[in-house]
């Protein structure tokens, strides 16, 4: 079992950075490959990155490369997602979550464990 609680979503405006955390406990952290996903109202969890235990590779979705950049520190068993240049459609409930093996990093369904989600609004 594993348990992932994501910190630092809130209210920031267009044009602003934010630090999402994700902080895991339970089995050993940097087996995991992490991913982040986002989930705005109405539309369907779009992968936004992920990341291999490792730290070694890291994954983008198309609509926050060049802005956002994951990172872990697996001393600390957490995860980063640092968010810049945010936009108001990047306004969701951003999810971290965690899975055993590599490939198919966009695949939701491929991830076992996911945290409680973070809200992140973007204001205009």
């Known amino acids: 079992q594993v348990q992932l609680v994501e910190s630092g979503g809130g209210l920031v405006q267009a044009g602003g950075s934010r630090r999402l955390s994700c902080a895991a406990s339970g089995r050993t952290f940097s087996s995991f490959v992490v991913g982040w996903f986002r989930q705005a109202p109405g539309k369907a969890r779009e992968f936004v990155a992920a990341i291999t235990g490792s730290g070694g590779s890291t994954y983008y979705g198309e609509s926050v490369k060049g802005r956002f950049t994951i990172s872990r520190d697996n001393a600390k068993n957490t995860a980063y997602l640092q968010m810049n240049s945010l936009k108001p459609e990047d306004t969701a409930v951003y999810y971290c979550?965690?899975?055993?093996?590599?490939?198919?990093?966009?695949?939701?369904?491929?991830?076992?464990?996911w945290g409680q989600g973070t809200q992140v609004t973007v204001s205009s």
């Open positions: 979550a965690v899975k055993t093996w590599d490939g198919n990093y966009h695949v939701a369904p491929d991830y076992r464990y």
